[in-house]
């Protein structure tokens, strides 16, 4: 027995199980630009670490114009809009998912249904718009950006100047802790030199 993978009438659920870190076949977005840009700094705010050996953060951009191609809709790349009035933090985020669609087998065996997981597909998303040509069909889809690392503590100054912090990407208490913390590596040149001219005086 085959159908696709995920059902349709599972997106809703995977959805909200991909927001809280149950991994899914969904891959996060954003229609915020300023949103995927704090979500591209975030991990360094909260380590105040950056490897030597990284040298530029990468933000994607997919192009979802094409959809309004009714001809699309039987490609394999679905964009799920999950509902925002159940949860305040996808709200926020203004969050959307890709799910590239596969076919799976199901089997039956002694009553119970068997799902065959060596057909899943754990290429990248770029490879596999690649491999389908979706460029020859209607153009790039895909766009990769990349900030060199040394432009990521400018960044967070400037999302922080604009209101994007962790109060706004995560409503409630957490989000207002974890913008204390945040603030505390944003500005740590600032509280250094300040700490000194206290101690010279």
Known sequence: MERKWLPEDLWELAALAQHYGIP????????????????AVESYMKNKYIPEETKSIVLWALNIKPYANLEMLSCPLKIVHPIYYMNPNMK???????L??????????DGD?????SELERKPLDKLLQEYKFSDKIGTLLYQIVIPVDYVK???????FLGYNASKIYPGFYGVVK?????AY????????????????
């Open 24 to 39: 899914t076949r969904l891959l996060d977005w954003t229609h915020d630009l300023h949103t995927a840009l704090y979500f």
């Open 92 to 98: 926020a985020q203004q969050g959307l998912f890709t």
């Open 100 to 109: 590239w669609e596969i076919t799976k087998t199901f089997e039956k065996e």
């Open 113 to 117: 249904i068997i799902i065959n997981n």
């Open 154 to 160: 400018d960044l967070c100054h400037y999302l922080n």
């Open 179 to 183: 913008t204390l913390q945040e603030r």
């Open 186 to 201: 944003i500005y740590e040149d600032l509280l250094t030199d300040y700490n000194n001219v206290i101690a010279v005086r």
